[in-house]
């Protein structure tokens, strides 16, 4: 961590190159908060199909945290709801998000959820019929989520993990959307493209209220 003491107060930051040392050890203590990530996410959708959603998020990240059976977690997500004051039900969720005195998604989850869009993206320009050489496919990852970065697509350098990379492509692997096929291949890898597509954009509509709310809070922006 670096000090800049230049002004009236002292801003702290982490230097350059060690973000992805950073992301390690935010990692090991974020698992606590996915549930309650999980639920913001959701109250961006509309009811009814609310657990469901939450289920298909469960499943996106299920290589990254664990996850109890179906009905405790469902216990589990109507507490986080609850704390919200929110259901699976309620007609309004970005008023409850709205709401609520902090929220949490787009720290929990972005990298995460930034590192399998750049996966899921090249598998959907790929060539069905060419076959994915980890190494090779991983490299590939890297350099254009560099370029992502640079464009702003992406949140912050801990996106570009090839550990997290690697364990997208684990996910995609199971879901079977990484050996050589025809073009129905095709057609899937785009359709988990676009849900990556559409998760990250909650994730990002999740970061406009919570920024909205600090603005209104203190005064500045965040």
């Given amino acids: 961590v670096t000090t800049y003491a230049g002004g009236d107060e002292p801003v702290y930051a982490i230097e350059r190159g060690q973000h992805l040392i950073a992301a390690f050890y935010r990692n090991s203590a974020i698992h606590h908060f996915v549930d309650r990530a999980i639920a913001e996410l959701v109250l961006l959708t509309e009811p009814p199909g609310r657990f469901e959603d939450a289920m298909a ?3 996106l990240l299920k290589f990254e945290f664990f996850f109890p059976d179906r009905e405790t977690y469902r216990t589990e997500l109507t507490a ?5 004051g929110a259901s699976c039900d309620s007609a309004d969720g970005e008023a409850a998000l709205a709401g609520a005195q902090f929220l949490i998604a787009h720290r929990v989850l972005r990298s995460f959820l930034d590192a399998q869009l750049v996966v899921a ?3 959907a320009a790929r060539d069905p019929r060419k076959p994915v050489v980890e190494k090779e496919f991983l490299d590939e990852c890297g350099g254009v989520g560099q370029q992502m970065l640079l464009q702003g697509r992406l949140h912050g350098p801990e996106s570009l993990s090839r550990e997290l990379f690697a364990s997208a492509l684990k996910l995609a692997g199971n879901r079977d959307l990484v050996d050589a096929g025809r073009d129905e291949l095709r057609e899937r890898r785009q359709v ?3 849900q990556l597509r559409d998760t990250v954009a909650g994730v990002a509509r999740i970061d406009e209220i919570d920024a909205a709310q600090r603005r209104e809070v203190v005064g500045v922006e965040p």
């Fill in 192 to 194: 988990f493209a676009a």
């Fill in 80 to 84: 986080e709801l609850a704390r919200l």
């Fill in 121 to 123: 993206l090249r598998l």
């Fill in 57 to 59: 998020l469960r499943d």
